[in-house]
């Protein structure tokens, strides 16, 4: 299952992220700046500046779970 992790990168994100890898999951950890380790996902979108739709929309796109 595809699951987005808001603010991936920080401390509970991160904890979140590695179990659910380690479960199987795909995961993509969603921050303003990238997490610098090559093989994570990520995707960078400031939360607080992306209020419409338009904005999230393509972050959106295949996740099962937010």
Same mark, same amino acid.
């Given at each position: 299952?595809? #699951?987005?992790i808001?603010?991936? +990168?920080?401390?509970? $994100?991160?904890? #979140?992220?590695?179990?659910?890898? =380690?479960? $199987? *999951?795909?995961? @993509? &950890? @969603? &921050?303003? *700046? +990238?997490? $610098?380790? +090559?093989?994570? *996902? *990520?995707?960078?979108?400031? @939360?607080?500046? =992306?209020?419409?739709? &338009? &904005?999230?929309? +393509?972050?959106?796109? $295949?996740?099962?779970v937010?």
């Amino acid at each position: 299952m595809r #699951i987005l992790i808001i603010s991936g +990168p920080g401390l509970i $994100g991160s904890a #979140i992220q590695a179990r659910l890898s =380690a479960e $199987g *999951h795909d995961c @993509v &950890s @969603v &921050s303003r *700046h +990238p997490t $610098g380790t +090559p093989e994570a *996902h *990520h995707v960078a979108l400031d @939360v607080a500046q =992306a209020g419409d739709a &338009s &904005s999230w929309k +393509p972050v959106l796109a $295949g996740a099962a779970v937010i």
